[in-house]
Structures are given as C-alpha cells and as structure tokens.
C-alpha cells in the first residue's frame, strides 16, 4: 500500500502562484509515475501534469509553461510549482502514484483563484 498526503493547497489571486507538494509512504517502488490531477466543480476528473522516476515529464496544454513538476532526490516527494494562476486553475488537486497496473489516490486539496 501507498499512503499520499498533500498540502499547500489555499486561494490565490489570478497571476500568483502557489506550490503544491504530494508525501508518499509506504511500499514506494524504484519505477513509479506520479502525477497531478485536478476536478473542478461538475466536470471530469483531469490530468495536469506527470513526473517518472526517470526525471521524463509532460504536461496538460491548459498548464504548459504557467506549472512545473518536480520530485525530490528520495523520488518520494512531488511538487506542483503553479505560476500565473488563472481562475479556470480553481479545482481540488489530487496526487497520484502509478506503480505498475495500480494507482494510489490523495484525499486532494482545494485550489481557489480568484481576486
């Protein structure tokens, strides 16, 4: 099993920034995916940006070159670094970790920006 904790979720105003951050315990393999998605209120469930172990990224259009992820050298830790902020980025985020066929889940934090 794979525990996930996020944190630094709040409000922003339109153009800030905020950083995100995703602590993963538990039985953490050396090849993993981990992945930010976000959901905004009556809409599905997307993804927003994704790092492997490898240090290979990609990104959802929506977000390209406004967000940055990363992962720390114990490759346990994702951040999401979201710069210029828009009001369509208002959603609650969630970390994902893909390990093998199986996905683990955060419990997600809220993302409001608004002025």
């Known amino acids: 099993q794979v525990q996930l904790v996020e944190s630094g979720g709040g409000l922003a105003q339109p153009g800030g920034s905020l950083t995100l951050s995703c602590a993963a315990s538990g039985s953490i393999l050396s090849t993993n995916i981990m992945r930010w998605y976000r959901q905004a209120p009556g809409k599905e469930r997307e993804l927003v940006a994704g790092?492997?172990?490898?240090?290979?990224?990609n990104y959802a259009d929506s977000v390209k070159g406004r967000f940055i992820i990363s992962r720390d050298n114990a490759k346990t830790t994702v951040y999401l670094q979201m710069n210029s902020l828009k009001p369509e980025d208002t959603a609650v985020y969630y970390c994902?970790?893909?390990?093998?066929?199986?996905?683990?889940w955060g419990q997600g934090t809220q993302v409001t920006v608004s002025s």
């Open positions: 790092i492997s172990t490898g240090g290979s990224t």
């Open positions: 994902n970790v893909l390990q093998g066929i199986v996905n683990y």
